[in-house]
C-alpha cells in the first residue's frame, strides 16, 4: 500500500494546458470549458494595467487537493465518495445520487458534474487506469513540458517526490482547514 501525492513547482507552468487535455483524454471527460478535473488559473499579476506582460502573470495548475481528512467524503450521504487502498479520494458513480453535497462541501472547488454519466467527478490521479496498470505517473505529469508536476508515493523515502519535500520548501492551499491535502506547491 502507497500514499500517494503531488508536488507541484508551479513557477515553470507556462499555462500551455497540455495537462488539461491529457487529463481530459485521459479520464474521458468531454472537451466542454465547464468540466475540469485539473486546470490551470492565473494565481497573480504584477503591475498596474496596461503596464502587465505575460512574464509578470503566475499560474497556478490546481486540482482535487487529495485531503487526508476530505470534506467531500464526510458529507456523502451513500459513501459514493471513498478513500481507495492507496489513499486516493475517488468517486463510486454507482453510488452517486447528483445530491452535490460533495461539491458543495470541498473548499476548492474541485468538484464537478460529468455529464456522461450525471454523477459528480474530480480528479482521481489516474487511479484507475494508469496506477491499476502499475505505472508511476499520472497523466498530467507525463505530458507536463516544464516539469511542474511530480507525482508519486509519499511513503517510500525514496521517491522522487519524498525526496524532493525533504529538500524544499512547500506550501499547502487552505491548510488552516485541516483537510491535510496531498498536493505540494513548491516554493
Not at 481507495?84 to 470541498?106: F, Q, S
Not at 505517473?137 to 507536463?144: D, I, K, L, Y
Amino acid at each position: 500500500m502507497a500514499t500517494y501525492g503531488m508536488a507541484l513547482d508551479y513557477k515553470n507552468c507556462i499555462n500551455c494546458k497540455a495537462c488539461e487535455v491529457a487529463c481530459k483524454k485521459e479520464n474521458g471527460v468531454q472537451l466542454g470549458a465547464d468540466q475540469f478535473r485539473i486546470w490551470v488559473g492565473v494565481k497573480e499579476e504584477e503591475g498596474q494595467f496596461p503596464n502587465i506582460s505575460i512574464a509578470s502573470q503566475a499560474y497556478q495548475p490546481s486540482q482535487c487537493q487529495q485531503c487526508s481528512n476530505a470534506p467531500c467524503k464526510e458529507v456523502c450521504p451513500t459513501s459514493a465518495t471513498y478513500y481507495d487502498e492507496n489513499g486516493v479520494v475517488r468517486v463510486d458513480v454507482d453510488r452517486c445520487i447528483l445530491c452535490t453535497y460533495c461539491i458543495n462541501a470541498c473548499p476548492y472547488d474541485a468538484r464537478f458534474i460529468d455529464d456522461r454519466t450525471w454523477t459528480v467527478d474530480k480528479c482521481n490521479f489516474c487511479s484507475p487506469t494508469r496506477l491499476a496498470s502499475g505505472e508511476t505517473t499520472t497523466a498530467c505529469q507525463a505530458t507536463c513540458p516544464t516539469k511542474v508536476r511530480v507525482f508519486g508515493d509519499m511513503d517510500d523515502p525514496l521517491s522522487e517526490i519524498s525526496q524532493l519535500l525533504s529538500r524544499r520548501e512547500y506550501k499547502q492551499v487552505k491548510a488552516h482547514l485541516g483537510t491535510r491535502p496531498k498536493l505540494f506547491y513548491l516554493l
